[in-house]
């Protein structure tokens, strides 16, 4: 008979397995670019992609937006919820934050000042925010572009440091919906909002904890014609209700019995569901409301003329 421990050993790996995809082969896509034109695009979004730290763990995915040491990221990855009162969660941002790039040099980051005091709320409901590190070397950012470009069907990647990989990844997929709804994303999940209405992209592509923050980048006619539309910002399923129960059940075990049968019906059902649909859908937000708070950002510095320069877009 196996032993309880690795009883609940063995579930838990299967789950991991069926639940967590590695690093997609974009080669496995076909598309209208050419060989040359893929290496150097990914060579270039790679360079601008960063793993955001926090607290010095992994924490998610962010992209360099001005060579002068800007840094874009999805709010949730560097937020921090502290309890307040009535029942109440106070959200705010975390105080340790690192920005690790593709080379290996790992620098401090702080909130930028737009995204903080009257900026901060602006952060929480679009899900994004601004770090700035403080470099001498000269960083590669990338073009935002404008929501009102994506159309179902259209040729993207992503890029990010997926949790399981100390490695960036860079994924080839598609956009299969796009739409406008008033809602807020926070923390995996698209939350109602009457006043907050945002562009949410559908993608069908393979995204994984750690890519939260990451550029959803429009392929353009050439590489220097790429454009980052969204951020990396949620992933969602069908079978939510049915992981968790799972989680909670080899949690809570203790002993061989009615936990083990749960557990052992749902990873049967979670099987059967793998052959006939994707597990997760992967999902981004409009990049437009960052790129707005970029553009006040050259508006209010007096130095905004030399600022022209180091924003691609400006």
């Known amino acids: 008979m196996i032993a309880p421990s690795t009883f609940v050993s063995l579930i838990t790996m299967m789950l991991f397995m069926l639940i967590i995809p590695g690093c997609p082969d974009t080669r496995s896509v076909k598309h209208t670019s050419t060989p040359v034109q893929d290496d150097e695009r990914i060579a270039q979004i790679r360079k601008s992609t960063v793993r955001i730290l926090v ?20 709010f949730h990855v560097v937020a921090r919820t502290l309890p307040s009162q009535h029942m109440q969660a106070q959200i705010t941002y975390a105080t340790s934050i690192e920005v690790l790039f593709d080379d290996g040099e790992r620098l401090p980051a702080i909130i930028h000042m737009s995204c903080i005091g ?9 899900d994004y925010c601004i770090l700035h590190v403080t470099t001498s070397k000269k960083l590669l950012p990338l073009r935002l572009g404008s929501f ?10 992503l890029s990010g ?3 399981v990989s100390d490695r960036p ?4 997929g598609v956009v299969s919906a796009v739409w406008k709804e008033p809602v807020v994303s926070y923390h995996n999940q698209l939350i109602p909002e009457k006043k907050n209405n945002t562009g949410v992209a559908l993608l069908d592509i393979a995204m994984n904890r750690g890519h939260s923050g990451g550029p959803i980048v429009l392929i353009g006619k050439t590489p220097a014609e790429d454009r980052v539309i969204g951020i990396a910002s949620f992933i969602s399923t ?11 059940a080899i949690r809570s075990y203790t002993e061989e019995g009615q936990s083990v049968v749960c557990s052992l019906e749902l ?45 691609p877009f400006l």
Request: glycine share 10%; net charge positive.
């Open 267 to 311: 990873l049967q059902i979670l099987w059967k569901e793998r052959g006939g649909h994707s597990l997760f859908i992967s999902g981004c937000i409009s990049v437009d409301h960052l790129k707005n708070r970029v553009l006040n950002i050259s508006r209010e510095r007096p130095e905004s003329a030399p600022l022209k320069k180091l924003i």
């Open 148 to 157: 009102s470009d994506v159309y179902e069907g259209a040729p993207v990647y």
């Open 238 to 248: 069908p079978l939510d209700q049915e992981l968790k129960t799972l989680v909670a």
């Open 161 to 163: 440091y997926p949790l």
């Open 55 to 74: 607290d010095g763990k992994p924490k998610g995915t962010g992209f360099v937006i001005a060579e002068h040491g800007l840094i874009a990221t999805a």
């Open 118 to 126: 009257k900026g901060l709320h602006g952060s929480i409901i679009r």
């Open 169 to 172: 990844c860079t994924a080839f």
